[in-house]
Structure formats: C-alpha cells, structure tokens
C-alpha cells in the first residue's frame, strides 16, 4: 500500500471512529475520584465508565485522601469528601457528582476555576409530588428538621399544593422523642429529611414506631427506609447519577463547558405494601405513580 | 432551652459546610427492618376473620378503667358481671360465670387459664394504659390460636417497650369508691428501651341495694339477703416491665415480667350466718376475701431473616394463685370454721414461628409449640371433716401452618390449620379456608370457614360436687374420663369496604356456626357431659366515620339468635338446661340478646378539650345458669367524658379527665340482679415529664 493509501486508510478509521463517539471526546482525561471504596462508590464507578463514551481516558482515585493535584482534563467526583478534597486542592474543572444542593453554594465558594456538579436530592416539587400522589387525603406534611436544612423551598410547594407544613426544629440529641411527638401531633405525614442527627440507624426504629403507633406513615428519601417500615420514597440510584453525569461530561467534551448544576433526572420510587396495607392505603402500580409524579412536577425543579 | 440558644449560636457562627453535615451516605445508609410482618398488623380486607380492633384512641375515648368493659365495643360481645371484679365475657351470649369459649391473650400469652377454663379479669398485671390495642377475632380462630378459641380470640397487644419516654402519674378518684393510682415510666435507648407500671386500683363494686331492682317487689325478692350481695370491693396491686433488647438491625429481644396481688371481697349476704341467724342453708359461702397473686415472665426472640423472613421464639410462665378461708353454716349450725380453698396454677409455654414469604404473593407462617400446665388445689372442710387435694400435670402440643396466596389482584386465599395432642389423648385439627374477593381495591368481600375446638377444662373432667366459697377446686380424681371437646364449625360472609371520598368504612358479617358435643352438667350423671348441641346465626355490622381528622364516630351492631337442643335434654330431666326464661323454654336461645349495639363518638375540641360519648344497648336476654330473678331487661346506657390537656411550662404535662358513666341513670341489671349499674363518675389527673 502506498503512503497515500496508508494515509488515507488512517483517515477513514478515525473518521469511523469519530462517527462512534463524540467528537473531541475521545482525547479527553477524566479523574474519577472517589470519596471511598465501599461499595456505594463502586457501584457509580461501574455505572459511570460504562455510560461514558467510549474512548476517553479514566482513571480512578479510590479514596478522596490519596488525591492530589495531577495533570487532567476534568475532575469527576463522588461524594461530598471527594467533592471538598478536589475544590480544595485543584483548579481543574470539577464535576462533584452525588452531592447534595445544600453543600453547593459552599464548594463553589471554597473552588478557583469552574465548578458544576450532578446533586443526589430530589427537589422539593418532586417530593410533594409524591406526598400528593401517594396520600392525597394527607394534607398536614411534618418535617423535623436540624441544621443547614432549607425547608422555605418545601414550604412553597406545600402551599402551591393546598398542603400544609408542620415543621419543627430539633432542639437538641436529647430532645428528639419530645420534638418528635410534637410533630406527630399536629401531622398526617411524616417526611424525612436525611440529617443523620435526626435520621440514623439508631434512632429510625423509635421514630417508625412511634409514627407507627399513631397511624402516621413516614415518607423516606431511599429505598433502605422503605425497606425498614416507611411507606414510600423517592430517590436516585447511584447508578442513575452515574447515567446523568457521563452525559453530563460528554456535553463538557463536546462544549468545553460545564453545564448547571442539576437535580437528578432519573428517579426511582418504592413503596412498602405491606406498610400501606396495615395503613388501609390503596396505592397504585410504581409506574403510575411514577408517571403522575412526572406530570404534576414537570420541569427538574 | 440554654442547650438549643447554645446550638443556635453555634449555628450561627459556623461558616461552610461540614462534611460531617449531610451527604451521600445519609441517603444511602443501611436501616434495620423495624416494620417486620409480624409488627404489621393485617389490614381487615385481607384478614381471613371478621375483626374489631379497639386503639389507644378508642381506650381513651370510651373512659373505661376494665379490659372487660373494652369489649362493650366489640359488636355481639356480651360483657355482664357475676361480681363487680368478676365480669363475664362471652359472644354469643352469656354463658355460666365462667366465660369458657373465648381464648384470650396478652402478647401472644395465654391468660385462659385452667382449672375452670376462664380468665380471672381482676387478676392480670395489665392496666388499661398499658394497652396498645385489642384485636378481637369474632368467630373460631383456632387455625391461628388453637384450641379454646371456639367463639374468638381477644388479643391484648400492650404497648412496646419504646412506647414511652420519660415519667407519668396518674390519680383517678370516684363514685363507688374508685381509687387508682398510677406511676409509669420508660426510656428509649439506642439498643435497649424499657417501661415499667406500678399501679393500684381499687373500687367497691356495685352498691348494696335497700329496694329490689327491676320493679320487683321484696316478696318476689325472696330471700332479704339478696340485696345486699354487695362485697364485692377489689383492691390490685400490680408491677410490669417490658424491655426491647435490639443490638442490632437483625435481632429483637423482648423481655416482660410482671405480678399482680389482688383481694376481691366475694360470697353472699343470704349466705351469711352472721347476719342473718334464721338462715337455713347448707351451702355457706359468706363474705369473706379471695386472695389472688398471679405473675409472669415472657421471653421472645424475633430475628429477621433474608426477603422478609423472620424466626420468632417465644418462653412464657405464668402463675396464678387463689386463696380463701370463711366460716361456713351447714345444716341449721354456724361453723366459725374456716373453710380453706386454695389453687395453684402454672402454666410453661414455648412456642416457635418462621415467617416466610415464598413469593411477592405467597406467604407462609408455621411453627409448633409446647405447654405444660399444672393444677394444684386444696379444699379443707373440718366442720364435715372433708379434705380435697387435686394435682394434675397437662402437656400439649401443636403444629400449626398458615398460607396467605394472593392469587391475583382481586383474589386472596388464606389456608390454615392447627393440629392438636393432648395428654387427654385427644388428637384435634383445626382448619380454615378463607377467601377474599377484592369486588374493588375498596371493596372486599370474604366467605369462611373454620372448624375449633374447645379442651374440656380440669373443673368439667373432674367436678366437685362440694363447692362451697368462690373457688373450684377439682376433685382428686377424674369423673369425666370420657368427656370429648366441644366442636364448633362456622361458616361466614363477610364485606369489608371503604369509601374515602366520604370518609367511612364499612364492615358486614353473616355467619351460622354449629356447636357439637357441647359439653354440660348433667343433672342424673352428677358430671360434665357431651350431648348438647346449637346452633348461632347472626348479622354484625360496624361503621366508621371520619366527620374529620378530630372528630369520628363509630357504630357497631349486632342481631344474633340461636336454638338448641336444650329443651329436650330439660324435658329428659337434665335441670341445668331447663330456662328460666317462661316465654322460651331453649335456655340457649333465651340466652343471646337478639339485638346489641355500641356507638362512640370522639372529637377533639379548641383550647386543648377533648370530648366524647358511648352509647350502648342490649336487648332484655336471660342469662344462662340463672333463675328469673336475674333476667336482664333490656339495657341503655351511654357514658361521656370530657378532658383538657393540660400544658405547663418545661416539658410537664398533663391531662385532667371527667367520665360519667349512665349518664342519663337508666340503671340496669347484670347477670346478677343485685348488681344495678347506676350513675358513676370519676375524676383523673394525669401528669406526664
């Protein structure tokens, strides 16, 4: 074969290759740094490389401790340790996947150079939108609620809904059977908000028994509260983040920009039918509700 | 309230955000399965039995003081008095004083106790606050509970050890000397949670009459006596704790212990030598105390398994003690005596249950258990120079297994069975087979049927024909040998349906059941036998309403008749089943109220007051065992009670409490006509920190 024919070979094979994957995508370095390895963070690792476009570079920080500045073109990371440990010490673009909203504004603060992230919280109009698809009879939404928790955001969308909200302020670690019971007092519903000072392993068996007892459901934010006796939730895999952040970094290599900050796209929701039976809650199929939920909340936020 | 100033000063002055603060580890942390199946309680559409369940709300609402009276809300129970801490409790109409064919249970424990096969009410180391709720299985439901469940089951569920948090006292003070006084408290731990109860209760029962009841005069009265049947105070003192052990997310520990002393005044005035000396009885049975201590120790083990799963095992002692000594006048001639009786009771039972749900929409709960039942009684009679001593040692054993398949949407199948072994050599097995039919996710209707059996108790296979006092006490040997348990078969329809645009549910029940080998005293035999048979029918209905979240009623009725084979076994000389009643010679059928109803109405008030009113209705019935001097007309009655809840400043606080009970005074007579319920009331105060 000729040079020219050689020349002209290689051509054709990038210019398939161009045609499989994004343009520009191919010579793109991501740093993938995760918070840790368990295997909540393994599991967005798996479901990240495989929704990445093929042909980019990745390589893996599995613990946020052993990061430190290197040469990339876009750092991914997981988890808000990660997330702090990147702003802190690189300037590079920094996706921070699986973050919550409310730990944004303070890592752009602490970040030099540009700063987007995929966050792990449903917003709040998607989760009245599924107190008033699940329990539409529930009117009286409490919340109890702790430090660094925006609940005006909840407020509104209760209102906008004819709902009304019952909040209540954790006084303190002691305080909680009190605070809680005076929440439980004046609600119809019990929402949790994950404030691991409110919500941890040892105290979700008092706090579902004691709702429990009163024939008040508990509407959680993952399917591990759904399994130990809430009544339904709506959460994002960490599969399903991965899904929105590979996309997410397929339009930074394409646009060389970071897009917004965004809210999960993909949810999921469960629902304990054991639990809504014991309630006597008839409760429609999961891609009702999910498909109701996607009608009454429209847009992301 | 420095503390929660300090955190909000801390707050105030924290700048950035914590990784301590939330993250993604909060979403998706591993929680411990706290709402296990067996926590859940069946929801009433999928139940294979019509159920009433009374709630804390319901408890507090209807003012009562007595688990027995809870049962006024249960549609078709009968709930009557022999003596004012001796209530009877029985569907399906009364019964002789001892309720034999209702099997009842705090926390899966057996409070049916031998030798008479009943519940001794103003013995248990309960208190009405100590209740969670009642779930009352109406009609057989030995499949689940085994034998002695011919009628129903009444499950006490008491509150979970995690129930309370912090100290409560209450004091209730009130007409017929009503005295109670309550301390309990609890704590909720990371691993551990605990509640104890100390409490006393007292009253004097119902008043001593100077006027016959019902319009009778003193003539028809005959014996003077009669009116002053009246001790019948009960003083309880009683202790329980309940603790909840969950080290971890898979284990569950529950340990209850608990005792009760109690002293009911018992015997009858006409009885009673020592007032009136013209007497000529032979029977004597004067006032005097009975001295009952019973107490319990339970142990359980839940441990979650994989998909649902669970494995659950269960200890449980429990020991009742009876004691009295009175004087007697036999024959014309007061003996000071004493007459002494005594009953030991222990009951050891163990029992093991695994949950397994076999798919999303099968469900299978088996296990098999062991109980060992002792017996011990004493009867000294010096004045005749008659001495008793009984002991008897009962082993039993069972299997049990029962399916739910959820067949479709719209079918649900629940199958079940219990096989039985006694040391009486009996071999009995209890099955059911329900059906549901879900006409809409709102409607459900049920058709049933149950086979149940009931153990002849240690009183029926070995009576004493001597029974002077309160007590019992069987004989040293057995002098029914053959006696065979009473079989009973029901059928029922059942619709179970809620309308949530109109706030109300509603639930309906036909049932026939058919009672075979009944067992009864025969008159020639001088000893328990087989040979009577009935049969019960019945319509029961219940309506809840909700006018809103603070305010809702609601209604239960029940119409029942039954027929027997009572009047021939009269007619072939068998007194114990001749009626009293003139206009019905079936002493079965003269038996059950023909119509019965509660209401209870519950709405809660502005400026923290809460009221509410009971109504209750029953038809006039003869109770059985009874002469026509106890007929019971037709009773009504309706209670109220009205309550502030009682707000100080810190975390004290408190909830005063009024309850009339006969409100409008239409006195009736129970299943003793000397005992007329009139006009009571009482005043509580309760303060909690």
């Not at chain 1, 290689?10 to 995508?25: H, K, N, Q, T, V």
């Not at chain 1, 430090?147 to 302020?169: F, P, T, W, Y």
């Not at chain 2, 038809?619 to 001097?629: E, N, T």
């Amino acid at each position: 074969m000729s040079l020219t024919g050689k020349i002209l070979v290689c051509f054709f094979l990038i210019l398939l290759s161009g045609f499989a994957r994004d343009s520009l995508a191919f010579d793109l370095r991501i740093l993938v740094v995760l918070s840790d390895s368990t295997p909540l963070y393994q599991r967005f690792a798996k479901a990240f490389e495989q929704d990445l476009p093929q042909g980019m570079r990745v390589d893996l920080v599995q613990h946020a401790e052993d990061f430190d500045a290197q040469k990339t073109d876009l750092i991914v990371t997981v988890g808000v340790r990660a997330a702090y440990r990147a702003a802190e010490k690189s300037s590079q673009p920094l996706l921070a996947a699986m973050i919550p909203s409310t730990a944004y504004a303070d890592l752009h603060a602490l970040k030099q150079g540009s700063i987007s992230a995929v966050y792990l919280d449903e917003p709040w109009r998607r989760q009245a939108g599924l107190l008033s698809t699940v329990l539409p009879q529930r009117k009286r939404i409490g919340v109890l609620y702790s430090a660094n928790q925006d609940i005006a955001g909840l407020k509104s969308e209760l209102a906008r809904r004819h709902d009304i909200l019952v909040a209540r302020h954790l006084g303190g670690k002691d305080t909680l059977s009190v605070d809680l019971d005076d929440v439980l007092n004046e609600s119809d519903v019990l929402l949790a908000v994950p404030d691991s000072g409110i919500y941890n392993a040892n105290s979700i068996r008092n706090i579902l028994m004691s709702s429990y007892r009163r024939g008040i459901p508990l509407v959680g934010f993952s399917d591990a509260y759904v399994r130990a006796g809430a009544l339904c939730a709506i959460f994002s895999t960490p599969e399903q983040l991965a899904e929105q952040t590979a996309g997410a970094v397929a339009s930074y290599a394409r646009t060389q920009e970071l897009p917004e900050p965004q809210f999960p796209i993909q949810y999921s929701i469960a629902v304990n039918r054991a639990v809504a039976a014991t309630f006597g809650l008839v409760i429609e199929p999961d891609d009702a509700i999910l498909h109701e939920i996607k009608k009454s909340s429209g847009g992301q936020r | 309230m420095k503390k929660r100033y300090l955190a909000m000063l801390c707050l105030a002055c924290k700048t950035g955000y914590a990784v301590e603060d939330v993250n993604e580890s909060d979403y998706y942390q591993d929680l411990p399965v706290v709402l296990s199946a067996s926590r859940l309680s069946q929801p009433l559409s999928d139940a294979p039995n019509a159920m009433t369940v009374i709630d804390r709300k319901m408890i507090v609402a209807s003012g009562f003081r007595t688990i027995a009276d809870l049962m006024k809300l249960v549609p078709g129970m009968y709930v009557s008095y022999y003596k004012g801490s001796q209530p009877i409790v029985a569907y399906h109409g009364a019964t002789d004083e001892f309720s034999r064919r209702m099997q009842v249970l705090i926390d899966g424990r057996s409070v049916y106790m031998p030798p008479t096969g009943s519940v001794n009410w103003a013995d248990l180391p309960i208190t009405v606050d100590d209740i969670e709720r009642i779930e009352v299985i109406r009609g057989p439901a030995a499949a689940s509970y085994g034998a002695n469940s011919t009628q129903g089951v009444i499950s006490i569920i008491t509150r979970d050890a995690g129930a309370m948090n912090g100290k409560s006292v209450s004091y209730t003070h009130g007409d017929k000397g009503i005295n109670d006084a309550e301390a309990r408290f609890g704590k909720r731990g990371d691993a551990y949670d605990y509640r104890v109860t100390l409490a006393y209760t007292a009253d004097n029962g119902y008043d001593s009459l100077t006027t016959p009841p019902n319009g009778y005069t003193m003539a028809t009265f005959k014996a003077p006596g009669l009116l002053y049947n009246s001790n019948d105070s009960n003083q309880a003192r009683l202790f329980n704790y309940r603790g909840d052990y969950h080290p971890n997310g898979i284990d569950r520990y529950d340990i209850q212990f608990g005792f009760n002393h109690d002293v009911q005044g018992v015997g009858f005035s006409d009885k009673n030598p020592s007032i009136y000396n013209n007497y000529k009885g032979t029977n004597g049975d004067p006032f005097h105390n009975l001295i009952g201590n019973s107490d319990f120790a339970q142990l359980g083990w839940t441990r979650q398994l994989e998909q649902g799963a669970e494995l659950s095992l269960r200890y449980s002692h429990t020991r009742q003690d009876q004691y009295e000594a009175f004087p007697v006048y036999l024959a014309g001639n007061y003996y000071p005596g004493p007459v002494v009786q005594s009953l030991q009771t222990t009951r050891d039972e163990i029992e093991v249950q695994h949950t397994l749900p076999l798919n999303d929409t099968n469900r299978l709960v088996y296990g098999a258990g062991s109980q060992v039942d002792r017996v011990g009684g004493q009867s000294a009679m010096p004045p005749i120079s008659l001495y008793n001593s009984s002991s008897y040692v009962y082993n039993e054993y069972r299997l049990f297994a029962h399916d739910e398949w959820r067949m479709s949407q719209k079918w649900l199948l629940n199958l079940g069975g219990m096989f039985e072994k006694n040391d009486l050599g009996q071999f009995n097995t209890s099955p059911r087979i329900a059906l549901n039919y879900h006409v809409a996710p709102d409607q459900t209707l049920r058709a049933g049927v149950s086979v149940a059996y009931r153990t002849p108790a240690t009183a029926e296979t070995s009576y004493p024909l001597m029974q002077p006092g309160a007590l019992i006490v069987p004989t040293s040997t057995v002098n029914s040998p053959g006696l065979q348990p009473e079989k009973l078969v029901s059928r029922e329809i059942g619709y179970v349906g809620e309308f949530p645009e109109w706030a109300t549910s509603v639930d309906l029940r036909l049932y026939s059941d058919l009672l075979s080998n009944g067992i009864y005293l025969s008159s020639t035999a001088q000893s328990f036998v087989n040979g009577m048979s009935g049969e019960y029918h019945g319509f029961e209905a219940t309506l809840k309403h909700e006018f809103d979240t603070d305010n809702s009623l609601t209604l239960n009725f029940a119409h029942a008749w039954a027929a027997s084979n009572g009047a021939l076994l009269a007619a072939g000389g068998q007194r114990v089943m001749v009626s009293s009643d003139p206009t019905n010679s079936d002493i079965l059928s003269a038996s059950i109220p023909s119509n019965s109803a509660s209401l209870l109405y519950m709405v809660r008030l502005p400026h923290d007051y809460s009221f509410s009113a009971a109504g209750y209705y029953q038809a006039a019935m003869q109770p059985f065992d009874r002469g026509a001097i106890d007929y019971q007309p037709i009773e009504r009655r309706v209670d109220v009670r009205i309550a502030r809840a009682l707000n100080f400043p810190g975390n004290l606080k408190g909830n005063v409490a009024l309850v009339l009970q006969n409100l409008l005074n239409q006195a009736y007579t129970e299943y003793i006509a000397s005992n007329l319920f009139n006009r009571r009331g009482y005043v509580s105060l309760t303060l909690d920190w």
